[in-house]
């Protein structure tokens, strides 16, 4: 690999543990509030149902990450 698809590869990995993290931060966000009672507004179930996609997403970029990086880096020598 050269040192274009490298860098390419760890920058796909941050983004992916970005998404991960956001999706994670969602969940505990809905926890909270379900744990305090509060009533949740269609808005805020709807959130908390997308970081669902956030974590798939986080996890599917961290794993394709170096497919991922060759393919972004290639041709760049």
Not at 4 to 24: D, H
Request: glycine share 12%; charged share 15%; proline share 3%.
């Amino acid at each position: 690999m050269s040192h274009y698809q490298k860098v390419a590869t760890v920058l796909v990995r941050f983004a992916g543990i970005l998404a991960f993290v956001l999706g994670i931060l969602g969940f505990l966000y809905g926890a909270m509030l379900r744990g305090q009672g509060a009533q949740l507004t269609p808005d805020q179930e709807e959130r908390i149902a997308s970081s669902f996609w956030y974590v798939i997403l986080g996890l599917a970029l961290f794993v394709a990450s170096r497919p991922l990086g060759r393919f972004l880096g290639r041709g760049l020598e």
